[in-house]
């Protein structure tokens, strides 16, 4: 019976040891990980572009390969976008929306100064590199594309709420940002299409988006050409000459704006134009 008892005691001992260790075997990184699922009911949607044409303010310590600001979004203090937004990038990528709180929105804008002397890298931001703060309702359940962009110097956020009806079987919609800062900001731009063989989007002022266009599925790929308003001239020194993205071949049901993007005379800010993927 002492054995037993001895070996009943022993097994005890044993499980209490082992439930011990286990339980001190902590996960920190599980620990620390705290996932928050946003309820889309309850959400706001958003794109941001950034289309300023500007080269300054330049943070000198940048690893970047463009000249111009780099920048970190802030959303309520919540940082959104983990890599510099450059010139001519969005955030997120281009076919897919970012899902934050909706309601009353405090945005802000910063130079992406990073501390270089630590590794990994960390934002260390100075006095001045906030280039601008502004605060927008954002309702839920929309959709809204911020595009960061303005008459140089002046850096300023447009935004568009983004009404995502879907287009018929067979075909696709398109439509036009117009954030080309050309030496006269009152110049209107047309998308021409040589597929269609007519204007499918006319006269866009600066800061200005169109209305989506429906268009069938073409049968070839299409080129889209920029004109000024009354001139058949391209504007874009593109191959061929004048286009935006030539050889563009759209996805049934899917929709797509073309953003122009550029200043006369500023280095390497020449125009040109990008298609993004809305849905």
Same mark, same amino acid.
């Given at each position: 019976?002492?054995?037993?008892?001895?070996?009943?005691?022993?097994?005890?001992?044993?499980?209490?040891?082992?439930?011990?260790?286990?339980?001190?075997?902590?996960?920190?990184?599980?620990?620390?990980?705290?996932?928050?699922?946003?309820?889309?009911?309850?959400?706001?949607?958003?794109?941001?572009?950034?289309?300023? *044409?500007?080269?300054?303010?330049?943070?000198?310590?940048?690893?970047?390969?463009?000249?111009?600001?780099?920048?970190?979004?802030?959303?309520?203090?919540?940082?959104?976008?983990?890599?510099?937004?450059?010139?001519?990038?969005?955030?997120?990528?281009?076919?897919?929306?970012?899902?934050?709180?909706?309601?009353?929105?405090?945005?802000?804008?910063?130079?992406?100064?990073?501390?270089?002397?630590?590794?990994?890298?960390?934002?260390?931001?100075?006095?001045?590199?906030?280039? *601008?703060?502004?605060?927008?309702?954002?309702?839920?359940?929309?959709?809204?594309?911020?595009?960061?962009?303005?008459?140089?110097? *002046?850096?300023?956020?447009?935004?568009?709420?983004?009404?995502?009806?879907?287009?018929?079987?067979?075909?696709?919609?398109?439509?036009?940002?117009?954030?080309?800062?050309?030496?006269?900001?009152?110049?209107?731009?047309?998308?021409?299409?040589?597929?269609?063989?007519?204007?499918?989007?006319?006269?866009?002022?600066?800061?200005?988006?169109?209305?989506?266009?429906?268009?069938?599925?073409?049968?070839?790929?299409?080129?889209?050409?920029?004109?000024?308003?009354?001139?058949?001239?391209?504007?874009?020194? *593109?191959?061929?000459?004048?286009?935006?993205?030539?050889?563009?071949?759209?996805?049934?049901?899917?929709?797509?704006?073309?953003?122009?993007?550029?200043?006369?005379?500023?280095?390497?800010?020449?125009?040109?134009?990008?298609?993004?993927?809305?849905?």
């Amino acid at each position: 019976m002492k054995i037993i008892k001895i070996i009943a005691t022993l097994i005890c001992i044993s499980i209490i040891g082992i439930y011990s260790c286990k339980k001190k075997d902590k996960d920190l990184i599980e620990d620390n990980n705290k996932w928050v699922y946003l309820d889309s009911n309850a959400s706001t949607n958003i794109k941001i572009i950034q289309v300023f *044409a500007g080269n300054t303010p330049q943070i000198p310590t940048a690893t970047n390969l463009t000249t111009g600001p780099q920048v970190f979004i802030y959303a309520n203090g919540q940082k959104l976008n983990g890599l510099a937004l450059s010139y001519g990038s969005p955030w997120p990528t281009t076919n897919v929306y970012g899902n934050i709180p909706s309601g009353l929105i405090k945005f802000d804008i910063i130079n992406a100064r990073m501390d270089l002397t630590v590794v990994p890298n960390v934002p260390k931001f100075l006095s001045g590199d906030t280039l *601008a703060t502004f605060s927008s309702t954002l309702e839920k359940g929309k959709f809204y594309s911020l595009y960061i962009g303005d008459t140089v110097p *002046a850096l300023k956020v447009t935004i568009k709420e983004d009404l995502l009806v879907d287009p018929k079987l067979e075909t696709y919609k398109i439509r036009f940002a117009n954030f080309s800062m050309n030496n006269n900001p009152t110049d209107t731009f047309s998308i021409f299409s040589r597929r269609e063989n007519n204007e499918i989007i006319t006269n866009i002022s600066h800061k200005e988006v169109s209305d989506w266009v429906q268009l069938p599925i073409p049968i070839l790929s299409d080129t889209f050409e920029l004109r000024k308003k009354g001139s058949t001239v391209n504007y874009l020194n *593109a191959i061929p000459i004048g286009a935006v993205l030539p050889g563009f071949s759209p996805a049934p049901l899917r929709m797509y704006t073309i953003a122009v993007r550029g200043k006369t005379n500023v280095t390497a800010k020449t125009n040109s134009a990008t298609i993004y993927i809305n849905r």
